[in-house]
């Protein structure tokens, strides 16, 4: 049986820089507290936390002391940070640059009027950071079928939440014209006197990675794909892989690999999200060499 690790998963440069930046501050002062799960893995967390790492909520802020928090990749709305400064709390900011970008460019569009749409997830946390940075008035959408909660009589700009997948974005975009030209009742979209903007703000490491997955789960038996439930990026992959290859199989570590999955399988592959670990997927080739072999004969 070949076992291969897939070389275009695992974590994005974005979640790297956060593990790095706290792992820092762990190295020096041994404690650390992280707004909500550093990332969307709960064995990466349990590394973390043997070096001192504690996760906390933000109802837990006022009960903090003698040690930082930090804002972890998906970011924060501008609230957090007024509470953090008015309790007197030190915060290192890890949000993640390209997050810090979409934040920006919602918050000008905001300011100048426009109506903000979010193609996200309401209750992920990087898409509360932005709804905060539009006061807390941009409409969050996850499908086309939602989209009649936009007011198309308005000035309107999309954007999207950096993990979502990009034809569904396209297929929003695409339907929000139709309804402007449909109120307007007008030849052609660019002769509308409507201002409407399609900001696709998918991140590249995400976007990229989806026509990579889908080859390397046609050229495997089976694929073994490692990622944290919570993990939204996880679930978009997974989803895509099993898509190409029905024998895709989800796990958060080791332990829930199944001996039937491997039987008769020639080639086994191993991708994760961009918030699994190298060192995770490893572990998990490394189980299914000593555990697993032996079934596929
Ligand atoms: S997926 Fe992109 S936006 Fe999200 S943390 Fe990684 S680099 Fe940043």
């Given at each position: ?9 695992g974590f994005c440069w974005g979640v790297v820089r956060t ?37 906390i909520r933000h109802e837990d802020l006022p009960n903090i ?153 046609q050229n495997n038996d089976v694929i073994i794909f490692v ?71």
């Amino acid at each position: 049986m070949k076992i291969t690790v897939d070389t275009n998963s695992g974590f994005c440069w974005g979640v790297v820089r956060t593990v790095e930046i706290a792992e820092q501050e762990l190295g020096d002062s041994g404690k650390l507290y992280s707004l909500g799960e550093i990332i969307h893995n709960p064995v990466e967390i349990e590394r973390l936390e043997e070096k001192g790492l504690k996760t906390i909520r933000h109802e837990d802020l006022p009960n903090i002391k003698n040690a930082k928090v930090l804002i972890r990749a998906h970011g924060e709305p501008p609230e957090t940070y007024r509470r953090a400064r008015d309790l007197g709390i030190e915060l290192i900011d890890a949000t993640c640059p390209v997050v810090t970008k979409v934040q920006e460019r919602i918050r000008k569009f905001s300011d100048k009027g426009y109506q903000v749409v979010i193609f996200g997830k309401k209750d992920h946390a990087e898409v509360i950071g932005l709804v905060g940075h539009t006061n807390n008035t941009a409409i969050v959408i996850k499908s086309v079928s939602e989209i009649d909660k936009i007011d198309f009589t308005k000035k309107t700009v999309l954007f999207s939440q950096t993990t979502m997948d990009k034809a569904t974005f396209y297929a929003i975009r695409d339907e929000i014209q139709v309804k402007i030209k449909a109120e307007f009742e007008v030849g052609t979209f660019e002769e509308m006197a409507i201002d409407f903007h399609a900001k696709d703000t998918i991140c590249g490491q995400v976007s990229g990675r989806d026509k990579k997955l889908r080859e390397f789960a046609q050229n495997n038996d089976v694929i073994i794909f490692v990622a944290g439930r919570m993990s939204s990026n996880g679930k978009v992959l997974y989803e895509i892989a099993k898509s190409e290859n029905s024998k895709t199989y989800f796990v958060e570590n080791e332990s829930e690999l199944n001996p039937e999955w491997f039987e008769h399988a020639e080639t086994v592959g191993i991708s994760g999200a961009t918030s699994t670990p190298q060192w995770l997927m490893e572990r998990v080739k490394k189980t299914i060499v000593e555990k697993f072999e032996a079934v596929a004969k």
